[in-house]
């Protein structure tokens, strides 16, 4: 059974840096495509950003392209997002999620498609 953990949340004033990381154990890492989503106090929980097996296959929403970047060290069986120029916005709770590859076609912005989640860490923006 695959297990997800999250850490790197906190709390950075507006303009400020974060770096999550998620660990992934109990998974053939290499097998899956990873994500990171967030929601936001009384809101859906949205898509953020999804890498495949290299950062030559990495996908953003609107909202964050530019400032966040997601990265993956696969022999460390961690997935990372680097978070840039943070806004108030963008307080939210982030949660990261697997999903086997190699099935066909996935939409990676899509809840369901997921297989595993993480608990979630918090990011809180100050103004």
């Known amino acids: 059974q695959g297990q997800l953990v999250e850490s790197g949340g906190g709390l950075v004033q507006a303009g400020g840096s974060l770096r999550l990381s998620c660990i992934a154990s109990g998974i053939t890492f290499s097998d899956y495509a990873m994500a990171w989503f967030r929601q936001a106090p009384r809101k859906e929980r949205d898509f953020v950003a999804a890498?495949?097996?290299?950062?030559?296959?990495?996908f953003y929403a609107d909202s964050v392209k530019g400032r966040f970047t997601i990265s993956r060290d696969n022999a460390e069986n961690t997935v990372y997002l680097q978070m840039n120029s943070l806004k108030p916005e963008d307080t939210a709770v982030y949660y990261c999620?697997?999903?086997?590859?190699?099935?066909?076609?996935?939409?990676?912005?899509?809840?369901?498609?997921?297989?595993?989640w993480g608990q979630g860490t918090q990011v809180t923006v100050s103004s």
């Open positions: 999620a697997a999903v086997q590859t190699g099935h066909g076609v996935m939409d990676l912005t899509n809840l369901q498609t997921y297989d595993y």
């Open positions: 890498i495949f097996w290299t950062a030559a296959n990495t």
